[in-house]
T-cell receptor, first 115, second 114 residues
Framework: AQSVTQPDIHITVSEGASLELRCNYS??????LFWYVQSPGQGLQLLLK??????LVQGIKGFEAEFKRSQSSFNLRKPSVHWSDAAEYFC?????????????FGTGTRLTVIP | DAGITQSPRHKVTETGTPVTLRCHQT?????MYWYRQDPGHGLRLIHY???????DKGEVSDGYSVSRSKTEDFLLTLESATSSQTSVYFC?????????????FGEGSRLTVL
C-alpha cells in the first residue's frame, strides 16, 4: 500500500535562511509525487510535481524538489525563505485506482518564519 | 481561481442529524474528490467520482455517502453525524489526464458536530 511520511511536524526558520522539508514515500510502482502548500484558512495549492525525467523539479514561488529513488525521498527546498512562505506544506503520492488516479497525502509540515 | 465552490463554508450541527455538503465546479472536469483534513492526519480521501453516477470509496468512507447526478455537482452526505466527523472538508477537482494529476481545491467546509 502507498504511504507518505513527513517526519517534521513543525519547522521554524529565519527569514532569508534556506529551507528543506523532508518527504519519504512508499509505493510499489513508479511514483508520481507532489508538493502542495496551504495558507491558513485556504485550500491547497500545487507547488510542484514529479512524473519522470529530470529528478530536480522547479516549482512556483522559488521552490524546488529533488526525487531520489534510492532513498524513496522527495524533499522540498528553497534557498531563501520569505515571511510569506509561512504555511503548511503537504507531500503527496499519486496512485492509480478504480476509475481514477488519486492522491494520498502526508500529515504535513507547518513552517513558521521568524523575522 | 479553479472555479470550485463549497457550501456551506461553516456548519454546526448535533450528533445524529443528517448533513450534506455541496461541491460545485464550473470547469466541467470529470474527476471530483472529497477529502477531510484533521490535525496529525493530513488530508484523507473519503470518496471520489470519475463521472456522472460513477463514484468509489476512498480510505475513510465509513459514515459517508456521495452522489453525482450532474458533472458540476458532487454531494457529500453524513447520514447521521457523529462527533468524530468534526473536521474540515475539502472538495477537489481534476481534469484527470493519463497520469495522476494535479488537483484543484476548494476553500473548505468546516463542520462541527456537537
Amino acid at each position: 500500500a502507498q504511504s507518505v511520511t513527513q517526519p517534521d511536524i513543525h519547522i521554524t526558520v529565519s527569514e532569508g535562511a534556506s529551507l528543506e522539508l523532508r518527504c519519504n514515500y512508499s509505493y510499489g510502482a513508479t511514483p508520481y509525487l507532489f508538493w502542495y502548500v496551504q495558507s491558513p484558512g485556504q485550500g491547497l495549492q500545487l507547488l510542484l510535481k514529479y512524473f519522470s525525467g529530470d529528478t530536480l523539479v522547479q516549482g512556483i514561488k522559488g521552490f524546488e524538489a529533488e526525487f531520489k529513488r534510492s532513498q524513496s525521498s522527495f524533499n522540498l527546498r528553497k534557498p531563501s525563505v520569505h515571511w510569506s512562505d509561512a504555511a503548511e506544506y503537504f507531500c503527496a503520492v499519486g496512485v492509480s485506482q478504480t476509475g481514477a488516479n488519486n492522491l494520498f497525502f502526508g500529515t504535513g509540515t507547518r513552517l513558521t518564519v521568524i523575522p | 481561481d479553479a472555479g470550485i465552490t463549497q457550501s456551506p463554508r461553516h456548519k454546526v450541527t448535533e450528533t445524529g442529524t443528517p448533513v450534506t455538503l455541496r461541491c460545485h465546479q464550473t470547469e466541467n472536469h470529470r474527476y471530483m474528490y472529497w477529502y477531510r483534513q484533521d490535525p496529525g492526519h493530513g488530508l484523507r480521501l473519503i470518496h471520489y467520482s470519475y463521472g456522472v453516477k460513477d463514484t468509489d470509496k476512498g480510505e475513510v468512507s465509513d459514515g459517508y455517502s456521495v452522489s453525482r447526478s450532474k458533472t458540476e455537482d458532487f454531494l457529500l452526505t453524513l447520514e447521521s453525524a457523529t462527533s468524530s466527523q468534526t473536521s474540515v472538508y475539502f472538495c477537489a477537482i481534476s481534469a484527470g489526464l493519463a497520469l495522476p494529476g494535479e488537483l484543484f481545491f476548494g476553500e473548505g467546509s468546516r463542520l462541527t458536530v456537537l
